[in-house]
């Protein structure tokens, strides 16, 4: 158990249809970040909030994808209309910046399928 | 934006040191991270280095930073099967924040 929480671990959609993923990284993690990673490949950045607030979203969010973190604790991560290229893992990181705790706590990940 | 890159695959021999390497372009990367990844799982933080280290070592594990050649690599002592995973490195300019990955190196351990 990493402390962050994702859910589902798995998801398997029809094209088209919207999909809402959840985050629950422990309280001290101050920032939230979500990543994709596809086969073969490493995590690539997709967004972040600090607290509440949505600071960055990668060029690769399209406007299909949206995050919220309404509370500064727990972040769903929505796609809608999905398309068989959205087909990754998605993964969840926290983090709080202290200099004792350097690094992200990753959670296990989301596997979307889209079919 | 940067780029990090890795060697795809590495076999080590069960009790040998493996040596993962990583070469990044961003030289205004400050912190520099490994990651181990195992089936079907996240990423787990193993260890890191400041752009003002050379060297840090941590039980089995040493990382060496050459910042003129832009040059990461992770050792690992006395290889073990557990040790089999993807690794990752990855950069960021800012003590937290996003990070650039790898696409990683595949570590098999035989016996």
């Known amino acids: 158990d990493t402390g962050v929480s994702q859910d589902p671990r798995h998801k398997i959609t029809k094209r088209g249809q919207n999909v809402t993923f959840r985050c629950d990284p422990i309280s001290e993690h101050n920032r939230l970040y979500w990543y994709r990673q596809t086969l073969g490949q490493g995590p690539e950045f997709l967004t972040y909030?600090?607290?509440?607030?949505?600071?960055?979203k990668s060029r690769l969010l399209s406007d299909r994808f949206s995050a919220e973190r309404p509370k500064g604790s727990f972040s769903t991560l929505e796609i809608q209309r999905t398309e068989q290229g959205d087909s990754a893992m998605y993964l969840c990181?926290?983090?709080?910046?202290?200099?004792?705790?350097?690094?992200?706590?990753f959670g296990s990940g989301t596997r979307l399928t889209v079919v | 934006g940067e780029d990090v890159e890795q060697s795809l695959f590495l076999s080590v021999r069960e009790g040998d040191s493996s040596v993962i390497n990583c070469t990044y372009t961003d030289s205004s990367s400050t912190y520099l991270y490994w990651y181990k990844q195992e089936p079907g799982a996240g990423l787990q933080l193993l260890t890191y280095i400041f752009s003002n280290m050379d060297m840090k070592q941590d039980q089995r594990l040493t990382v060496l930073l050459n910042k003129k050649d832009k040059h990461l690599s992770l050792r690992i002592a006395d290889t073990q099967t557990g040790d089999s995973a993807i690794y990752f490195c990855a950069g960021g300019t800012d003590s937290w924040g996003k990070l650039q990955f790898g696409a990683g190196t595949q570590v098999v351990v035989t016996p």
């Open positions: 990181a926290g983090e709080n910046g202290q200099p004792t705790n350097y690094g992200y706590t």
């Open positions: 909030f600090q607290n509440e607030a949505q600071l960055e």
